[in-house]
RNA sequence: AGGCGCGUAGCUCAGUUGGUUAGAGCGCUACCUUGACACGGUAGAGGUCAGCGGUUCGAGUCCGCUCGUGCCUACCA
């Protein structure tokens, strides 16, 4: 093989490409399997970007973790989906549509309904795969041939299908309600999609007459005086003595001039204000109550966009805070106002343009999620609660469990209906003559109750989140019992945001378990009705200071622009490194840098590879490439070996690398086993640059370099036969985090001729106990102690860095002075030493020597050496020792501790016991030996 | 108003059921262009684990309180 990596890394040479190539080989497409093989499959689906998206920080933390997921699974051999989609976004899209047409000072009703749904419909051609797009170049491994849309013909199939059975079950049912209103995008929102800030305001108290009682006035509070005028009764508690002589009396309502009664209902709470409320039924949803209790009149001072009605009298015209303002001043005017008070108030706003939500009486659709249904068995809310109560969606965090459990116990009836164009059509018809409701399947000929041919569709279209509530089982066809989902439903693990913990994975666990569940031929079954096994919920990506990234606050960074500037493969690291379960991550370029920076070694490590691949080529001496096999896919089963066994360990590095390899790929294994890609992420990290760079590299280059004679030359064959398994190797371990450049380099090992077309494809490293090694590794440690020892003394001598030195080393036992011969050569390599003397007593302590209780070592040199600081850095030493040995005799002296800690830890405690004596023996030594 | 979480090196964070010497990256200091890499190498400085009290042979880890800080949920005028 030959081959020319260019000298400096750059991302941008080489992602492109691979992300173009495999989307373009479709190597990540899976087709349905014949039999479905749960234990051997692993689904998992990608929450739905807007089609509205551009990609954010957000985004490509949770595609960085699903993609390693993803990848880890399919290397080990699974049969894995991705399934990948875009959410028709509702609100969101139609904005967006009806901006476009602003700019030629057009409104969508000067296009009608059917025009503009056309013009959103274009849109979304033109521009709503921009997000997936950018997520190709994140290296995403999902099957792009299925890629869905939520407004597909057999999504939408399913979206009718589910509002018809819930219908038809009466768990959905249409009314007045007073309904979270946005003035600003003209439409009911739900209870989620409104957020509740404490916002300062004041709080009017105003006096309304007691008609028939001159001089006796109510006194009412409230927050929004302009809703007055749409009063309707005044409350006060029967029980509030206070009031008890104005019970069955009416007050003159002021500016309206309106005789209104004063009713008794636990509304009004004697310990609040002055235990009289004013009810106003059209405007708030607890007056809305007492008014049906009390039969009382539901008066709309409002339209639709929050402007004064025709009801509002002199008001009407106004907008809302205009009129309220109006109202105040006439009040006090006219000598209704008695207090005004600041006040902070629960405003609530609208999520997604942040106009203030006004409660309004409308007609709306709603789901009743907490009733049984007719046919029988327990609501949904019931369901939902279940299938996680006995653990069949498990939760990563578990905390989320808590929380989740907690909000489905208080969850209230969901309001579907949304006044919007663009979406789902509500599947029911209004009949003309009879009013009769038909809802169905199909575009009904005729009403079901009086036959009229004369029907129409109702005008408004559902919450976008009722069609997600629906995935994963509708791309597979639901309510079809297709192959799809027989193969891949319930699917394995949903990866996503907290932020849609409510909106969307309780809705798909209530909505997705409530239709399995019926569906299933065994209804016990719940296990197989829940809609994914596992969640994990990441935490939130913010910028640097911990602060919310967000457009007004200017901070937000994106992730293609950092890609750009770092390559995806440093980005993607950098996310996983700080992705710990449960805390959010603070976005830092400068560890984007770093692992840049990692990236970087890597290469230059595989050119120093290829080199002396190449240099020995040139000599006729051939290193072959290693033999990966493809993972058993169809199989399913995991592939056991470490793929090592061409590596040969002839050397002490030798063992200690493969033992090392094994032992991280088994940590790695683990830690995402448990979604700790930081762990994961960290292990690689270390072991790549650590130990495979840092010590395995520097010392077999001595093999690598003697090409003289034909021995020279097989042994530099075998150390660079395992320089490149080992490399090999650890490119497939690194390969779902950085799918990039092992990539690149995965192929150069190949010479462009690989086993399998992508390094995605070959099978995960899987640890071998057979090649672990604890003597190697505890030989090694002995080495390297050795050596950095040595490079400590020469660094506080200040010895010239290029001038060799002689040391002297006594060893604690014949096996390690055997060990330190063989290796003699490493340490005068790595230390820059010249020469190696046994002796056989301990040195004498200075500033020349450092102690182990496994050796001594001394350098044999004069020079001067700053005393002072000598002196300090000992006396350090010696406080330290001194303070643990202490610490270890009053435990050791303790009959409690002896008796109660375990084996273990007793043992391990006496042997540092031993072995700080000797430490500090030797440190005082040195000290005294010093003069201090 | 309820609920949850966090506070460990200058910065960003690890620290698994309590167990011997509290770690990493970046940053910082000194030295080094050694035949892959200055996006590099070698050595080093830096922590009373927010504070107080308790349980325990033993607490960064468990419990209580205090202070600081962040988030979620909620129809009280």
Redesign the pocket.
């Known amino acids: 093989m030959s081959h020319e990596l260019p000298?400096?890394?750059?991302p941008s040479a080489i992602e492109q490409r691979w992300a173009e190539y495999w989307v373009r080989e479709k190597l990540f497409h899976v087709e349905t399997p014949a039999t479905p093989d749960h234990d051997h499959t692993f689904t998992l689906l990608l929450p739905p970007p807007n089609v509205t998206g551009r990609l954010h920080m957000g985004h490509m933390l949770n595609q960085t973790e699903m993609d390693i997921i993803v990848r880890w699974h399919r290397m080990r051999g699974f049969h894995t989906l991705w399934l990948p989609g875009t959410d028709h976004a509702g609100i969101a899209t139609q904005m967006m549509v009806e901006r476009q047409l602003a700019k030629d000072g057009k409104k969508r009703t000067d296009l009608g309904r059917e025009k503009f749904i056309e013009r959103v419909w274009e849109w979304k051609e033109e521009y709503g795969g921009a997000i997936l797009e950018q997520m190709k170049r994140l290296g995403a491994s999902v099957d792009w041939e299925r890629t869905f849309f939520t407004m597909d013909a057999n999504l939408s199939r399913s979206v009718r299908e589910a509002f018809v059975r819930l219908w038809e079950e009466g768990l959905i049912y249409r009314g007045a309600y007073i309904v979270n209103w946005c003035p600003r995008c003209v439409t009911a929102i739900s209870?989620?999609e409104?957020?509740?800030e404490?916002t300062p305001g004041k709080?009017w108290e105003i006096r309304y007459p007691v008609i028939g009682m001159e001089g006796e006035f109510i006194t009412?509070?409230?927050?929004?005086p302009e809703t007055m005028l749409g009063d309707t009764a005044v409350?006060v508690n029967p029980r509030d003595k206070r009031y008890e002589h104005l019970h069955g009396k009416k007050v003159r309502l002021p500016l309206m001039n309106r005789e209104i009664p004063v009713i008794l209902d636990e509304?009004?709470?004697?310990?609040?204000?002055?235990?009289?409320?004013?009810v106003t039924p059209a405007h708030?949803?607890?007056d809305f109550q007492a008014g049906l209790r009390h039969g009382l009149e539901q008066i709309r001072v409002m339209d639709e966009h929050a402007m004064m009605n025709e009801n509002a009298g002199l008001y009407a015209g106004h907008d809302r805070y205009e009129a309220r303002e109006r109202i105040v001043h006439d009040l006090q005017e006219q000598g209704f106002l008695v207090g005004t008070k600041d006040y902070t108030?629960?405003l609530?706003k609208c999520d997604r343009c942040k106009t203030i939500v006004e409660p309004r009486l409308s007609t709306q659709w709603f789901v009743a999620v907490n009733k049984e249904p007719k046919s029988g068995g327990p609501s949904m809310a019931q369901i939902a609660r279940d299938v996680v109560e006995q653990g069949y969606v498990k939760f990563t965090p578990e905390?989320y469990k808590?929380?989740y459990l907690?909000?489905m116990e208080?969850i209230?009836d969901w309001c579907i209906s949304r006044q919007l164009w663009w979406g789902h059509r509500i599947p029911a018809w209004h009949c003309a003559e009879c009013r009769e409701i038909v809802v169905s399947r199909d575009e009904p000929k005729q009403c079901t109750k009086c036959g009229s041919s004369h029907l129409e569709q109702d005008t408004d279209v559902l919450d976008t989140w009722f069609s997600s509530g629906l995935l994963p089982a509708s791309p597979f066809g639901w309510p079809e019992a297709t192959a799809d989902a027989r193969a891949f439903y319930p699917t394995t693990l949903l990866i996503t945001g907290?932020?849609i913990l409510?909106f969307w994975v309780a809705r798909m666990i209530m909505m997705n378990a409530f239709f399995m569940w019926r569906d299933h031929s065994d209804p016990s079954c719940l296990k197989s009705a829940v809609p994914f096994e596992n969640v994990y919920i990441h935490g939130l990506v913010?910028d640097?200071?911990?602060q919310?990234m967000s457009k007004t606050k200017g901070n937000v960074l994106d992730p293609i622009e950092v890609i750009n500037q770092y390559g995806t493969d440093a980005t993607r690291f950098t996310l996983a490194s700080?992705a710990?379960p449960?805390?959010?991550?603070?976005f830092?370029e400068?560890?984007v840098?770093?692992?840049?920076?990692?990236?970087?070694?890597i290469w230059?490590?595989a050119?120093?590879m290829f080199?002396n691949v190449d240099k020995l080529a040139e000599m006729g001496v051939t290193v072959d490439a290693p033999k990966v096999c493809h993972p058993e896919r169809s199989e399913g089963s995991l592939s056991s070996a470490s793929g090592l066994s061409s590596f040969t360990a002839a050397t002490l590095e030798d063992r200690w690398i493969l033992s090392r390899f094994n032992r991280v790929a088994q940590e790695v294994d683990e830690s995402l086993k448990a979604y700790?890609f930081?762990?994961a992420a960290?292990r690689v990290?270390?072991f790549f640059?650590?130990e495979f760079?840092?010590w395995y590299?520097?010392l077999i280059?001595p093999r690598m370099?003697e090409l003289e004679s034909d021995a020279g030359k097989q042994t530099a064959k075998t150390a660079c036969q395992n320089t490149v398994v080992m490399f090999e190797a650890a490119l497939r371990l690194l390969s779902p985090m950085m799918p990039f450049i092992t990539e690149e380099i995965w192929h150069a090992i190949y010479d462009g001729k690989p086993p399998v077309e992508s390094i995605a494809l070959a099978p995960y490293p899987q640890p071998d106990p057979a090649q672990m090694n604890a003597d190697a590794e505890t030989e090694m440690a002995i080495l390297q102690d050795l050596?950095?020892a040595t490079?400590?003394i020469?660094?506080?001598l200040k010895v010239e860095?290029?001038v060799k030195v002689p040391v002297e080393i006594h060893a604690s036992t014949p096996q390690v002075r055997e060990m330190i011969e063989h290796n003699r050569g490493a340490l005068e390599r790595l230390a820059n030493v010249e020469s190696v003397a046994f002796v056989d007593a301990a040195p004498q302590q200075s500033a020349n020597v450092r102690s182990t209780t496994r050796f001594d070592v001394r350098v044999v040199y004069e020079q001067k050496i700053d005393k002072a600081a000598e002196g300090e850095?000992l006396k350090?030493e010696v406080e330290k020792l001194e303070k643990?040995r202490s610490?270890?005799e009053r435990?050791l002296g303790?009959q409690?501790?002896l008796a109660?800690?375990?084996a273990?830890?007793v043992?391990?405690?006496k042997?540092?016991?031993g072995?700080l004596e000797v430490l500090l023996e030797k440190a005082k030594a040195a000290l005294g030996q010093l003069g201090c």
Request: with cysteine; hydrophobic share 30%.
């Open positions: 000298k400096a890394y750059d209870d989620l409104t957020i509740h404490e709080l009412v509070a409230t927050t929004r409350a509304l009004a709470q004697p310990e609040f204000g002055t235990g009289a409320v004013k708030d949803p607890n108030v629960p609530g905390n808590t929380i907690n909000w208080n209230h907290f932020d409510f913010r640097a200071d911990r919310k700080m710990s449960g805390t959010d991550i603070a830092n400068q560890r840098e770093g692992y840049r920076a990692f990236a970087n070694k230059n490590a050119r120093f080199m700790r930081d762990e960290n990290y270390s640059w650590g760079c840092d590299v520097e280059k370099f050596i950095v490079r400590n020469r660094a506080e860095p290029k850095r350090k643990e610490n270890a435990q303790n409690n501790f109660k800690a375990p273990h830890v043992e391990g405690l042997k540092r016991s072995e």
